[in-house]
């Protein structure tokens, strides 16, 4: 039967530890185990089993140095599928060790390459080698944020073609797609904010801590300027839906007054009287339609002099984007 907690244990030049765990049971022997081998991060592991979304917690065990730890939630697929389902990685560091609970493994692939691993060999601390695996998870941000930007370029193309009423639908799908990625976002900033909190002015000369907060600024950015994208594109929809309402109400406006005088003809030409003008002649039906036609006619000419119908009655071309 295999163990229910597996251990990875990994040493750097900067003298610092790092132990990748994975639990498959929380209510295990070897996990109650671990506890009691370490009882500086017990409140850390009791805190585990019950977090639902992110955590973030700092603090000073000896009232100078700091011990950090939580959860941040991520996903590794680029597409968002199911919004409820997300990757979590639970992590506790002090200087000279980093533990890591559930990380995934194509997340475990990357940090043991070539690249990766030169880079946590540079780290002085564990510190730094957590915003160097914070880094990494941004990566996968950076994939989802690609793809949505790939499809929200898609939705302006088709806005700017045909703007048709099922696009507001892809509209908003892409808006709650850019909230689950900000709601995932959102922790890695409470990290930063943490790490200042705990190491303050230590952090000025850690280059994996500049890399990690550069990182964060620039998908800071991204996010906004695509919410801006979306607001602007809501805008605009709402704007060309307002102007094609206001268009048809004109249009049926004027069509209702052009044709009042058929209106009115058919009405008093439709009673049940006997003595109707020109019901009894045999010019009568053409002579009333011909009244008809030029009241309508003479209806539309003064309309159009007014300059009330513009063009409200031509047809536009098929090449028209409205």
Excluded at 10 to 23: E, P, Q, R
Excluded at 40 to 59: D, K
Excluded at 252 to 274: H, K
């Amino acid at each position: 039967m295999a163990a229910e907690v597996s251990s990875n244990i990994l040493s750097f030049a900067g003298h610092w530890t790092w132990h990748d765990l994975v639990v498959e049971d929380w209510s295990s022997e070897d996990f109650r185990q671990l506890q009691e081998a370490c009882p500086l991060i017990e409140e850390w592991l009791e805190v585990i089993p019950n977090i639902a979304q992110n955590y973030m917690s700092v603090r000073f065990p000896n009232g100078v140095d700091a011990v950090m730890f939580g959860t941040l939630p991520y996903s590794v697929k680029a597409e968002v599928e199911d919004s409820a389902h997300v990757d979590r990685v639970h992590f506790y560091v002090q200087r000279d060790k980093l533990i890591t609970i559930n990380l995934d493994q194509n997340t475990r692939e990357i940090m043991a390459t070539e690249e990766r691993t030169a880079m946590l060999h540079q780290c002085h601390s564990a510190v730094d080698g957590m915003f160097v695996l914070a880094r990494t998870i941004l990566h996968y941000f950076h994939l989802g944020l690609d793809h949505f930007e790939a499809n929200l370029r898609k939705l302006e193309h088709a806005m700017e073609m045909d703007n048709q009423r099922y696009l507001m639908d892809k509209i908003l799908n892409s808006r709650f797609a850019l909230l689950y990625w900000s709601n995932l976002f959102t922790p890695f900033q409470e990290l930063i904010a943490a790490a200042r909190e705990g190491y303050l002015d230590k952090l000025e000369n850690s280059r994996p801590f500049m890399q990690l907060l550069h990182r964060i600024e620039r998908m800071d950015r991204a996010f906004r300027h695509y919410e801006d994208e979306i607001d602007t594109l809501i805008s605009i929809d709402d704007a060309i839906s307002a102007f094609r309402g206001n268009e048809i109400m004109k249009t049926l406006t004027i069509l209702t007054a052009i044709f009042t005088p058929a209106t009115v003809a058919g009405a008093i030409w439709g009673m049940n009287f006997e003595n109707l003008p020109g019901i009894k002649v045999p010019w009568g039906f053409v002579g009333i339609m011909l009244i008809t036609f030029l009241s309508t006619a003479i209806m539309y000419l003064w309309m159009h002099r007014k300059g009330w119908t513009g063009d409200l009655l031509k047809v536009k071309s098929k090449k028209s984007k409205i």
